[in-house]
């Protein structure tokens, strides 16, 4: 009797244990679902979309849109969270593009979050993460001008010449301030693809300065480097006269012309629109053997530049007939041959084409530098007085060629006295 009343109080306190923990288990539980129904639903605002960033001077834009019609508020923040900007979003908006400005900012680079809400901030988006480089004095300090090749005046001309050389990183373009003919401040912007500038309205004994403007990779700002004078090399030459040039040629380097395409007609002032002009006989071969031609300038000169006008009837500039490479070699006498070693090498010359665009596109900035005529100064034996030129042609636009045609040569330099 005794074993049977243990057993039945050993089940009592089984079930009371069981019992005590099952309700204690279910209060916590009860509790953990109360605390969650009182905090509510987690609710997300739709982040930013299509969301692009533009760097500045001390400043950013970002460009955005909202799709949520619950946004109405847009939180920036930066730094770790020690910087934010807010800004409010127009119901009237949804979908349409957006741009807030942050600026004030310190020059480096940032890591920016973006985060949506309700107008009165009560739910929140995940945060997004862009980022951007701030620039400011340091970047502007940093940037080089760009160089130049050479400059001249030519004051008999009334003109002054500027050969650019290459781009420079992050350049957009250069500026030219001077003071025209009637002394009134005069500001050329000058593209990137632009490698000779010729100025003919200026004041004279005026200064010509010029800065080059930077903008970085997606930059909504400009940076200018500080303007810097233009040397230009003072050049005293003048027009040799083209009523003393003559045919003549030296031993090995026979005549060659096309009918009716005289080299006469290479110094008769009919210019690129007019025909003819000098032509090389049909079915010579440029390519690996050059087309030689000779002539007396009938006066002895130190050659400064030629300048080369190409055929412009009927679209002809910058096709096959124009020449691409060409070199001129020069003697004081007539004592000379094919061989080479018996000339004065005075340079070898590339046609530049102003528009960059491959062939066959040839746009109207083409021909009007075309027409202006090319421009090639000398730069070997710039020193030695000559007379008598020979002109050896290397390369033509297009290619293979069998024909050059050489509407008019000027040749400039300092006349010296017989």
């Not at 970085?216 to 083209?242: G, H, M, Q, S, W």
Request: charged share 25%; proline share 6%.
């Amino acid at each position: 009797m005794d074993k049977i009343m243990k057993k039945g109080n050993i089940w009592i306190w089984m079930v009371l244990i069981i019992t005590f923990i099952g309700y204690s288990g279910c209060s916590d539980i009860n509790e953990l679902h109360d605390q969650y129904l009182q905090r509510g639903e987690t609710v997300y605002m739709g982040h930013p979309d299509s969301v692009k960033i533009f760097s500045g001077q001390n400043r950013v834009f970002i460009a955005f849109r909202n799709y949520d019609p619950k946004v109405g508020k847009l939180t920036v923040y930066w730094d770790f969270r020690q910087g934010s900007a807010t800004f409010y979003i127009p119901a009237d908006k949804l979908g349409e593009d957006l741009e807030v400005e942050i600026d004030q900012l310190e020059e480096k680079q940032y890591t920016f979050e973006l985060v949506t809400s309700t107008p009165e901030g009560k739910f929140s988006s995940i945060p997004l993460n862009i980022t951007a480089n701030v620039y400011g004095p340091k970047f502007e300090a940093s940037a080089s001008n760009r160089k130049i090749f050479y400059a001249t005046n030519f004051p008999f001309a009334h003109r002054k010449t500027i050969n650019w050389a290459s781009t420079v990183e992050d350049m957009v373009g250069v500026e030219l301030k001077y003071r025209n003919e009637s002394d009134a401040e005069t500001v050329l912007k000058i593209p990137n693809d632009e490698r000779i500038t010729r100025i003919t309205d200026y004041k004279e004994d005026d200064v010509i300065m010029y800065r080059t403007l930077h903008s970085p990779e997606n930059c909504i700002d400009t940076f200018y480097t500080a303007y810097t004078p233009i040397n230009l090399a003072l050049v005293e030459e003048e027009k040799l006269n083209r009523a003393l040039f003559s045919r003549w040629n030296p031993p090995g380097i026979p005549y060659q012309s096309f009918g009716g395409w005289e080299i006469e007609s290479m110094w008769d002032g009919n210019l690129g629109d007019v025909d003819p002009g000098f032509s090389s006989p049909s079915g010579n071969n440029i390519a690996g053997n050059p087309w030689n031609f000779t002539f007396d300038m009938g006066q002895t000169a130190k050659i400064r530049r030629f300048v080369y006008y190409p055929r412009l009837t009927a679209n002809q500039a910058y096709t096959a007939n124009h020449l691409k490479k060409v070199e001129f070699w020069g003697s004081p006498t007539p004592d000379v041959n094919a061989d080479l070693d018996t000339w004065l090498f005075l340079g070898e010359f590339n046609s530049f084409k102003p528009s960059g665009e491959p062939l066959p596109v040839i746009t109207q900035e083409d021909i009007d530098y075309a027409r202006g005529g090319e421009e090639f100064f000398t730069t070997h034996n710039t020193t030695e007085a000559v007379r008598y030129i020979r002109v050896r042609v290397l390369e033509m636009w297009v290619m293979p060629n069998n024909t050059v045609q050489i509407m008019e040569l000027e040749i400039f330099g300092d006349i010296q006295e017989e």
